[in-house]
């Protein structure tokens, strides 16, 4: 059996690598439960938990999986239960005769009168021998079957996942794109609200007139140091790159952190020059939403 007879579904836009799918059924010989579940993983980890019966295909489950699946560390559990077929006995007779010798032996040494039960010879080790089970090609089919619709639920579910993700990024985008009209704002009149108040204060100080010409050039250096238009300017390229990452197809999930890490930079820089109360409580909102973003991006494909 090989894994190659699967179609590999198509690529969501966003899925989340959280997920678990499982199924039981039964066939002529036996009942199975299949089940995958996949967690968060920077790479493609799969591990496999099978009967002995079913290690010789270890590699074709291997192999299934990871055609399906880009990302995540994947584990597949099956196992076997109430077999419906019974297997024939055989006696070690030779075994056995070992055994009744060895311990007649014994019995001898420590003066046992009892006769020995041959209840107690055939429970010993090797001597009842059940032949193997065999896997039948339609059980064989049955399971990789199985397999392919537990996989296909588990999809689902990422895909689930990955609508339920996007939606909660989306309301946090708007949330920043909002706080980032307001600071944007707030910042306008940062040289104009410099000026007023250092006059005012150079006034109290020397209770004399002040010189305009040298205020407004303090002002203007000042000013320049503490302007955040640039980091305004790519915070919105950074969130314009953001939503379009958010639609492409494939593996988005580092590309969408580290898009939210360069929108953190920004922030971060626009509150170490923040002056006043209201842009450093907007700062405090945007960085709560990044955090947001960047969680729900460590768990997206």
């Known amino acids: 059996m090989t894994a190659g007879l699967f179609l590999k579904s198509e690529e969501a836009m966003m899925e989340s690598m959280t997920s678990y799918a499982s199924i039981e059924k039964s ?52 196992d076997l239960f109430d077999w419906n077929e019974s297997r024939s006995v055989t006696v070690n007779t030779a075994l056995m005769r070992k055994y009744y010798a060895e311990l007649n032996q014994a019995k001898r040494k420590l003066g046992i009168e009892n006769p020995l039960s041959f209840d107690i010879l055939v429970t010993l080790d090797g001597v009842l021998q059940r032949q193997r089970s065999q896997l ?73 007139p002040v010189d305009d010409v040298r205020l407004y050039t303090e002002i203007a250096i000042l000013a320049d140091k503490l302007d955040v238009n640039e980091e305004l300017i790519r915070l919105d390229d950074h969130l314009s790159k953001f939503k379009q990452t958010m639609n492409e197809k494939g593996q988005i999930g580092k590309k969408l952190d580290f898009i939210a890490q360069e929108m953190f930079r920004e922030i971060n820089t626009i509150a170490s020059k923040a002056n006043n109360a209201r842009i450093s409580h907007l700062v405090v909102e945007v960085k709560n939403n990044i955090d947001k973003i960047r969680e729900h991006c460590r768990n997206i494909v």
């Open 136 to 208: 039948s090609e339609k059980s064989q089919r049955d399971i990789f079957k199985t397999l392919d619709m537990v996989i296909r639920k588990n999809l689902e579910m990422r895909k689930r996942e990955g609508r339920s993700i996007k939606s909660d990024i989306q309301k946090s985008l708007k949330s920043i794109s909002s706080s980032v009209v307001d600071i944007r704002a707030q910042s306008k009149n940062t040289a104009e609200v410099l000026y007023e108040k250092l006059k005012a204060n150079i006034q109290k100080l020397t209770d004399g």
């Open 27 to 78: 066939t002529e010989q036996f009942s199975y439960s299949v089940e995958v579940r996949s967690l968060n993983s920077k790479y493609l980890e799969v591990n496999v938990n099978l009967p002995k019966i079913l290690r010789g295909d270890e590699n074709d489950y291997i192999q299934l999986i990871k055609e399906r699946f880009t990302r995540g560390k994947l584990e597949l559990n099956i």
